[in-house]
């Protein structure tokens, strides 16, 4: 039997009905009898019922099931095909797995689609990991989610920023691999492989929220499911942050027009105007400020200028003092390719005012 953290039996519950859950063997069952396989003591809290968001989470849950069931033990340790990578890629993490590489394996190739292929130059290298610095507005620390964490790389942020910290992501060997880093760090965080649309955890569980680059990818049923997810499990006057794609912004516009203006499919970005932005937001966290994140791109972060390109350096300098500028001059961060959006579920849980934009 896999020996599991008790903090997983206390604060998971079934993502189908909210039901506490029970350890049995390598599962936690709910009273109904469903089950969630635990794989190296990572509960994999996906529903087999509906459709994914993308394909490797599937994957994620079928071969969790099967380890967890003694039915094989394939892919271990670093399940490569539960990752959202190309098969060359995962060629090369596992190379770097045998050579016994102290750098992560699975971070080593998936940082190259760290916000937008920022950091493709990164692949394979031994550089400390891109921990970014966290830019999220609290008080004071508190109870944290980072919905979509992949490698972990905000959910360490915010952890070193003192919050406790939770990560969920589909992908089972992004989140062991989370996991990994974060111990190799020494850093405390729990991390849960789970779906953004039926998050695990009781309603009113976290204080803050956080997305980065991964709501933009959902269709936007998923993505008003997502929302709505968040909100259930914030407290009342607790502080969501999600990153979006801005469909007014220059690169956004240039990749809208070499897809021909066609409807996005699969893991494609979804590119959203400010209005719509507005509405959702308010609808399933009711609060809707949106401000400026990156300007020619989606994701390049300023703490990772010296990890940079000579270009891309330039191209970052550009964007900081364009968001700068729209501190000043807010009509600026409408043409902002990475936004910031802002509730207060406040707003929502206790009828309070919905801040402007």
């Known amino acids: 039997m896999t020996k599991l953290d008790p903090w997983y039996v206390e604060n998971i519950v079934c993502p189908v009905d909210r039901s506490s859950l029970r350890l049995d063997?390598?599962?936690?069952?709910?009273?109904?009898g469903r089950r969630y396989p635990i794989v190296e003591g990572m509960p994999v809290m996906l529903r087999a019922d509906v459709k994914e968001t993308i394909g490797v989470a599937r994957t994620s849950l079928d071969l969790a099931m099967a380890i967890a069931e003694g039915r094989t033990s394939d892919d271990a340790p670093l399940y490569l095909k539960t990752l959202g990578i190309t098969d060359e890629e995962r060629a090369v993490a596992g190379n770097l797995h045998r050579m016994g590489e102290v750098y992560d394996p699975v971070v080593a190739v998936m940082v190259g689609a760290t916000s937008g292929y920022a950091y493709k130059h990164l692949i394979g290298s031994s550089a400390p990991y891109p921990i970014p610095a966290f830019r999220f507005p609290t008080p004071q620390p508190g109870r944290l989610i980072d919905v979509g964490c992949?490698?972990?790389?905000?959910?360490?942020?915010?952890?070193?920023?003192?919050?406790?910290?939770?990560?969920?992501?589909?992908?089972?060997?992004a989140v062991l691999a989370a996991r990994r880093v974060a111990a190799q760090l020494g850093v405390p965080a729990h991390f849960v492989v789970g779906d953004a649309r039926y998050l695990p955890f009781r309603d009113n569980t976290f204080d803050y929220a956080w997305s980065y680059s991964v709501l933009q990818h959902f269709a936007r049923v998923d993505a008003r499911s997502s929302l709505a997810e968040?909100?259930?499990?914030?407290?009342?006057?607790?502080?969501?942050?999600?990153?979006m794609a801005n469909g007014l912004g220059v690169r956004s516009l240039y990749h809208m027009a070499r897809r021909g203006f066609r409807e996005p499919s699969g893991f494609d970005v979804r590119y959203w105007s400010p209005r719509e932005l507005k509405s959702i937001f308010t609808e399933c966290l009711g609060g809707r400020r949106l401000i400026a994140d990156y300007f020619f791109g989606l994701g390049l972060q300023w703490s990772d200028f010296k990890r940079m390109t000579f270009v891309t350096k330039s191209v970052l300098l550009t964007s900081e003092i364009l968001?700068?500028?729209?501190?000043?001059?807010?009509?600026?961060?409408?043409?902002?390719d990475s936004l910031f959006c802002t509730s207060t579920t406040a707003d929502l849980k206790l009828g309070w005012p919905s801040s402007g934009m």
């Open 230 to 243: 968040i909100g259930r499990v914030m407290r009342a006057g607790g502080l969501t942050r999600i990153q």
């Open 150 to 173: 992949n490698w972990g790389r905000w959910t360490i942020a915010a952890a070193r920023d003192g919050h406790t910290a939770v990560g969920i992501d589909p992908q089972l060997g």
């Open 323 to 336: 968001r700068r500028s729209s501190e000043i001059l807010p009509p600026i961060r409408w043409f902002a």
């Open 25 to 32: 063997g390598d599962f936690l069952v709910s009273p109904k």
